[in-house]
Structures are given as structure tokens and as C-alpha cells.
């Protein structure tokens, strides 16, 4: 089955405690991106990717990295997390750029 | 970036009415793109229109696009309870690419039965 997988679903951290968001996709797509929704301020795009080692800020990237070595995946790094990192995290993948293929989110809080 | 804003912010119907969501943006467009969320879910891909494509049809939803106007409407007929969702629009930039994808923040669209 064709979809973009985010682990974990669920995260509680406390500020400052690095953590990681995996995303992977299985549809050999050139595209991925992060995004963050907020109550209020929609779906902001943080960093996308358009091809392996090629990455790029989005609107809102500070405070994130990524990376992506392999086509598949797309992680998302939170060196220092901090309270208003609280938000609910989409990684998307699309074939050339137009679709976008959404994974199940990720919830985060820092505490 | 450009933006895509909704309008209205919420909208509540009955079962079997049509429902109409508007979008507009602000700066030259690739095309525009409708995604459906469900509470706390990804959102998933409803339709694609090209900035030289009018309106377009899928199954229930109906799409048109005024590039003169820099705004779209999505059009869903027939409304179903399983039709509740969050509806946002999406524009890209008139270079494509995944870099200039731009979400609105939605219209909150409710079915009562």
C-alpha cells in the first residue's frame, strides 16, 4: 500500500531534549516536506526536499533540521525543543511537487 | 509566500444541501490545490486545477478557478454526514516545486444529519 509512515504518533518531551521524528514514503517520490499545523494559523511548511542531500527552508524553520541521505525518508530534528514547538507535525511527500501525500501526523508537546 | 485564505471560516449545513467554500489568494498561481482533513488526521488530496483550467469535476466536487479574480470555490453537492471535515486550499507558485505550496487555514465544514 502506496503511503508516507511518521513515528512516533504520539511524543511528550520536556524542553531541551532532542528528539526525532522519522517520516518515510514507499512511493519513490522526489518531494517531501514538514509541516506544522497550529489552531488558528493552518498548515505551515517548515523544510522540504526535493531531492536526497537537497533540502531547503520552508516558512517557519527555526529551531528544526533535517535531512535526507536516502530518498525514502525525511527526519525531522529538534535539537532543543521548547514549549512552543508544541504543534501537531505533517511530513508529506509528492511525485513532482503538486500532490502531496500527507502521513498520519505527529503530536508533540514540550513540557 | 503567497497565501490561500478560506472563506467562511465555518460552515454548518443539513444532510443533502450543497456546500460552497471559497477560496482567494494573492499572487500569480501554477495552480491551486483542495486537501480534506479529518479531526487530527493527514489531509488528503481532493483536486488539482492548472492556473489555465476553469473549473473542474470529481465525482461530487466541483471546482472552478477566476485567475482574474485570484480566487476558487469548491462545490460539494449532495452533502453527506461523512463530508465533515476541514477543507483547505493550497496554491503553487506560478515556478512549481514543493518550496512554494502554500496552505490557507481552512473552512471547518459540518453535516447535520
Known amino acids: 500500500e502506496a503511503q508516507v509512515t511518521q513515528n512516533p504518533r504520539y511524543l511528550i518531551t520536556v524542553t531541551g531534549k532532542k528528539l526525532t521524528v522519522t517520516c518515510s514514503q514507499n512511493m519513490n517520490h522526489e518531494y517531501m516536506s514538514w509541516y506544522r499545523q497550529d489552531p488558528g494559523l493552518g498548515l505551515r511548511q517548515i523544510y522540504y526536499?526535493?531531492?536526497?542531500?537537497?533540502?531547503d527552508k520552508g516558512d517557519v524553520p527555526e529551531g528544526y533540521k533535517v535531512s535526507r541521505k536516502e530518498k525514502r525518508n525525511f527526519p525531522l530534528i529538534l535539537e532543543s525543543p521548547s514549549p512552543n514547538q508544541t504543534s501537531l507535525y505533517f511530513c508529506?511527500?509528492?511525485?513532482?511537487?503538486?500532490?502531496?501525500?500527507f502521513g498520519p501526523g505527529t503530536r508533540l508537546t514540550v513540557l | 509566500s503567497q497565501q490561500g485564505e478560506e472563506d467562511p471560516q465555518a460552515l454548518s449545513i443539513q444532510e443533502g444541501e450543497n456546500a460552497t467554500m471559497n477560496c482567494s489568494y494573492k499572487t500569480s498561481i501554477n495552480n491551486l490545490q483542495w486537501y480534506r482533513q479529518n479531526s487530527g488526521r493527514g489531509l488528503v488530496h481532493l483536486i488539482l486545477i492548472r492556473s489555465n483550467e476553469r473549473e473542474k469535476h470529481s465525482g461530487r466536487l466541483r471546482v472552478t478557478l477566476d485567475t482574474s479574480k485570484k480566487s476558487s470555490s469548491l462545490l460539494i453537492t449532495a452533502s453527506r454526514a461523512a463530508d465533515t471535515a476541514s477543507y483547505f486550499c493550497a496554491t503553487g507558485p506560478s515556478g512549481g516545486g514543493a518550496d512554494g505550496l502554500t496552505f490557507g487555514k481552512g473552512t471547518h465544514l459540518i453535516i447535520q444529519p
Open positions: 508529506a511527500s509528492s511525485l513532482n511537487g503538486d500532490t502531496q501525500y
Open positions: 526536499s526535493m531531492n536526497v542531500e537537497v533540502t
